[in-house]
């Protein structure tokens, strides 16, 4: 019986060398022309998966009301109630038995002196406006780029939600699905699954350089939606701040001046680089909140491309002056 193992090999001549090689060499190159083709910078998704779509979550606007409130003070809860009320009330922006959504930016793992994140009073305040209009539930969340579970207790915004009745949700990796920003770079992208579940989105950013985009306020606040690679958009940060804010239309903005971190953002570290400004800015336009931010950060409107974009895109005014505006001061 012939073995396996004894049988010859059959001896290949120089003409089938050749085209074995050839062939081998096309299949190769056409897997690099497919995969060169058929590469994105976008994160790869499933044919089954569903994409979504971000909902519109203002409300209408109002000539009864101020469209932009800025209040000086030192009791953030004074000030934060004093900022709603001149915008309508939080019953204007909010439905009895909504389920109502706060993004802060808690990005970093730093205390609340440092002012890498939001002023956990600010959110505190919020989340108590929020229960009062009767809401479902309150839910505070951000993708942090330190670990979350540190950078929510580190920051105090953890202990700020829970006793004023919210609830922290922290994005997890199994919590992101793929939503069609319609953008001109940022289209299908990874995107935290909360803000799909609720009725009512409010921006709380705060007042921050930023070594790239020179700050990051209200427009750069919703990076902190996203999941994936998204240190990849800093190549083009400006189109994609824009992009951002086209996407997504929260229902309130109450921006945190009440620390600023004028150096060495978005990190921080140093309390040198803070400066006490004790303002709360409330308002519908991000683009002129952010505008009347600035100056908190010795910048003008044309220092920061991205607020051009915007403005081109109909998003809102950069001359904040021209809205119906009041001021006022809670000392």
Same mark, same amino acid.
């Given at each position: 019986?012939? %073995?396996?193992?004894?049988?010859?090999?059959?001896?290949?001549?120089?003409?089938?060398?050749?085209?074995?090689?050839?062939a081998?060499?096309?299949l190769?190159?056409?897997?690099?022309?497919?995969?060169?083709?058929?590469?994105?910078?976008? =994160?790869?998704?499933r044919?089954d998966?569903? @994409?979504?779509?971000?909902?519109d979550?203002?409300?209408?606007?109002?000539?009864?009301?101020a469209?932009?409130a800025? +209040?000086h *003070?030192?009791?953030?809860?004074?000030?934060?109630?004093?900022? @709603?009320?001149?915008?309508?009330?939080?019953?204007?922006?909010?439905?009895? *038995?909504?389920?109502?959504l706060?993004?802060?930016?808690?990005? !970093?793992?730093?205390? =609340?002196?440092?002012?890498?994140n939001?002023?956990? /009073?600010?959110?505190?305040?919020?989340v108590?406006?929020?229960i /009062?209009?009767?809401?479902?539930?309150?839910?505070?969340?951000?993708?942090?780029?330190?670990? =979350?579970?540190?950078?929510?207790?580190?920051?105090?915004?953890?202990?700020?939600? /829970?006793?004023?009745?919210?609830?922290?949700?922290?994005?997890?990796?199994?919590?992101?699905?793929?939503?069609?920003?319609? *953008?001109?770079?940022?289209?299908? !992208?990874? +995107?935290?699954?909360?803000?799909?579940?609720?009725?009512?989105v409010?921006?709380?950013?705060?007042?921050?350089?930023?070594?790239?985009?020179?700050c990051? &306020?209200a427009?750069?606040?919703?990076?902190?939606?996203?999941?994936?690679?998204?240190?990849?958009?800093?190549? /083009?940060?400006?189109?994609?701040i824009?992009?951002?804010?086209?996407?997504?239309? =929260?229902?309130?903005?109450? &921006?945190?001046?009440?620390? +600023?971190?004028?150096?060495n *953002?978005?990190?921080?570290?140093?309390l040198?680089?803070? %400066?006490?400004?004790?303002?709360?800015?409330?308002?519908?336009?991000?683009?002129?909140?952010?505008?009347?931010?600035?100056?908190f950060?010795?910048?003008?409107?044309?220092?920061?491309p991205f607020?051009?974009i915007?403005?081109?895109r109909?998003?809102? +005014?950069?001359? !904040?002056?021209?809205?119906n505006?009041?001021e006022?001061?809670? !000392?």
């Open positions: 019986m012939t %073995s396996k193992y004894s049988r010859k090999e059959t001896v290949m001549d120089r003409r089938q060398f050749l085209i074995k090689a050839a081998t060499c096309g190769a190159a056409g897997v690099g022309v497919w995969g060169y083709v058929f590469y994105s910078n976008e =994160p790869v998704r044919r998966e569903k @994409i979504y779509t971000f909902k979550y203002r409300v209408a606007d109002s000539k009864a009301y469209t932009l800025i +209040v *003070g030192k009791n953030v809860e004074k000030m934060t109630r004093a900022a @709603i009320d001149k915008l309508g009330g939080m019953s204007r922006f909010i439905s009895p *038995g909504e389920k109502v706060i993004k802060p930016n808690v990005g !970093w793992d730093r205390q =609340p002196e440092q002012a890498a939001t002023n956990p /009073e600010l959110v505190r305040a919020v108590r406006l929020c /009062e209009a009767r809401v479902s539930k309150v839910w505070v969340t951000d993708v942090s780029i330190n670990d =979350p579970y540190r950078s929510f207790a580190r920051s105090g915004i953890e202990s700020a939600v /829970e006793k004023a009745g919210g609830k922290v949700k922290f994005t997890t990796e199994n919590d992101f699905v793929l939503t069609d920003l319609k *953008g001109q770079i940022l289209k299908i !992208w990874p +995107v935290s699954r909360f803000y799909h579940e609720v009725d009512k409010i921006n709380i950013p705060v007042v921050k350089h930023h070594s790239l985009s020179k990051t &306020i427009l750069k606040n919703w990076y902190g939606v996203l999941g994936g690679r998204r240190n990849r958009l800093h190549q /083009e940060i400006n189109v994609s824009a992009d951002l804010a086209s996407a997504i239309r =929260p229902t309130l903005t109450i &921006i945190d001046a009440t620390r +600023v971190l004028k150096r *953002g978005p990190t921080g570290g140093n040198s680089d803070v %400066s006490a400004e004790d303002t709360i800015i409330a308002g519908l336009d991000q683009v002129a909140l952010d505008s009347y931010s600035l100056r950060l010795d910048l003008k409107v044309q220092d920061v607020l051009e915007a403005e081109k109909a998003l809102g +005014v950069s001359d !904040w002056k021209t809205l505006h009041v006022l001061s809670i !000392w």
